[in-house]
């Protein structure tokens, strides 16, 4: 007899593996009716998030097969400063199904490491654990996909579904597989020149985020890793600059912004640090932001430099809904600065 009227699965499979699928037959014997919230939704391709919202999808159902009619799956986009926002999305998800004062829900996962921290973050469903599977990790399957490592493919053919395979398989044919891997042996390379260090090292950026006129300055990124993303003008650090003398030369580097130093620093209107420990996949990054602010006048002219391919002025509107094209995490810098879309 299912206990529960609703069972919520939430996860970012990438890709789905047999830990993913001893979850969902853990919530289809509990529940009725299944919601999975596939997370990291809107996020650009990267090494850590090779595949879209609808390609996970496809691949749990897939995977579930006749199963797959008792299951809605939605995407779960990320506030990675504001974990409030992130549960309020979960729970909006639940909602919507009509179900949010039921007592009949439960959320089925197991604990693995920090990143499952998100199962005490719902008091009100009844935490259902499933039996952890001995298995490598998305990490380790992703990283064998991308290095291409002898028997890789057979260590990922044991591990993910039939199908998943299958389509891991032909995803390696694809121009955006070739570009991740490109991105993943730069990464690989760049973690290797610091492999000798004392300790880990933490490196420290400085960006720029400069709205005039109800436009925002982004730059589109020359090299690896994030080629061809958008992203706020900035850099690293250099060791006889401050993070604001930082912020503002890599500013007028990457755009040619004219505007004079006096002038930038008389108009900084804010300052925040950031400091997730995953928004990089160089390593670990802190970065100082800075808010700029001309409420009015034309806008001055820019072109790309140094680092960036082009630079240009976005409306502010059209940035907001720029999510699954901006760097690392800088449309979370601007949702920070300049307030949620």
């Known amino acids: 007899m299912m206990r529960y009227d609703l069972a919520v699965c939430i996860g970012r499979f990438e890709p789905v593996h047999t830990g993913h699928m001893a979850v969902f037959s853990r919530a289809l014997r509990e529940a ?41 799956i939605r995407p779960l986009v990320d506030h990675l400063y504001n974990d409030t926002a992130w549960i309020a999305g979960v729970q909006a998800h639940v909602s919507a199904l009509g179900l949010a004062g039921a007592p009949g829900i439960a959320l089925v996962g197991h604990r693995k490491d920090a990143s499952s921290a998100y199962l005490d973050a719902f008091p009100q469903w009844r935490l259902v654990e499933a039996d952890p599977i001995q298995m490598q990790s998305a990490t380790e399957l992703r990283r064998h996909l991308f290095a291409g490592d002898a028997g890789a493919m057979r260590l990922i053919e044991a591990a993910v579904p039939p199908p998943v395979f299958g389509m891991l398989d032909a995803f390696r044919a694809t121009e955006a597989f070739a570009a991740l891997r490109a991105e993943f042996e730069h990464l690989a390379r760049y973690r290797a020149a610091w492999a000798n260090a004392p300790y880990a090292p933490t490196f420290v950026t400085a960006d720029a985020v400069v709205v005039h006129s109800g436009h925002v300055l982004l730059v589109q990124r020359k090299a690896q890793p994030g080629r061809g993303l958008w992203a706020l003008p900035g850099g690293f650090v250099q060791q006889e600059e401050s993070v604001r003398d930082a912020a503002i030369r890599e500013l007028r580097e990457e755009t040619r912004l004219k ?6 620093k008389g108009s900084e209107k804010a300052h925040a640090v950031f400091d997730h420990p995953d928004r990089s996949l160089r390593g670990r990054t802190i970065t100082h932001a800075f808010h700029f602010d001309f409420p009015s006048g034309p806008l001055p002219a820019v072109r790309g430099g140094d680092d960036a391919d082009r630079a240009r002025w976005v409306p502010v509107a059209d940035a907001m809904r720029m999510r699954g094209l901006l760097f690392e995490d800088h449309f979370f810098i601007l949702e920070h600065f300049l307030g949620a879309a």
């Open 32 to 72: 009725h009716d299944i919601l999975i919230l596939i997370g990291s939704a809107d996020a650009p391709r990267t090494v850590r998030n090779p595949w879209t919202f609808a390609e996970r999808e496809v691949m749990i159902r897939a995977a579930l097969g006749d199963d797959a009619a008792r299951v809605t």
């Open 259 to 264: 505007l004079p130093v006096p002038v930038l």
